[in-house]
């Protein structure tokens, strides 16, 4: 049932609502141009594209992205940790779907 809610997470996607799914120890949500992850210094997330993505730059965690294209199932983002108050996620072309962990699991 998991990726069946993702996949209907992504068919279903709206700029216009803040979708997302949350679990026992995370929240999974599409990220389209720009989001910034707040309040979640410490916390571990982790991005996969879909499709192929340009452009991403990751601002605010230990490891960053500058420019970067990623695709599956070559290139993904597994386990970056936020190491600042704030972190921003921003691509240029496509989507990345973004999990975040409760901090306990990080």
């Given at each position: 049932h998991?990726?069946?809610?993702?996949?209907n997470l992504l068919r279903n996607y709206n700029k216009?609502?803040?979708?997302k799914i949350?679990?026992?120890?995370?929240?999974?949500?599409?990220?389209?141009n720009k989001k910034v992850?707040?309040?979640?210094s410490g916390k571990r997330?982790?991005?996969?594209p879909i499709g192929k993505t340009e452009?991403?730059?990751?601002?605010?965690c230990k490891y960053t992205f500058k420019d970067k294209s990623i695709?599956?199932?070559?290139d993904y983002s597994v386990s970056n940790v936020i190491s600042k108050n704030n972190a921003s996620v921003y691509?240029?072309?496509g989507m990345l779907i973004c999990i975040l962990f409760d901090k306990e699991y990080s």
């Amino acid at each position: 049932h998991g990726f069946a809610n993702m996949i209907n997470l992504l068919r279903n996607y709206n700029k216009k609502i803040d979708m997302k799914i949350i679990t026992r120890n995370s929240i999974v949500f599409p990220i389209i141009n720009k989001k910034v992850i707040k309040n979640s210094s410490g916390k571990r997330f982790s991005i996969f594209p879909i499709g192929k993505t340009e452009g991403i730059i990751l601002e605010g965690c230990k490891y960053t992205f500058k420019d970067k294209s990623i695709l599956l199932p070559i290139d993904y983002s597994v386990s970056n940790v936020i190491s600042k108050n704030n972190a921003s996620v921003y691509v240029k072309k496509g989507m990345l779907i973004c999990i975040l962990f409760d901090k306990e699991y990080s």
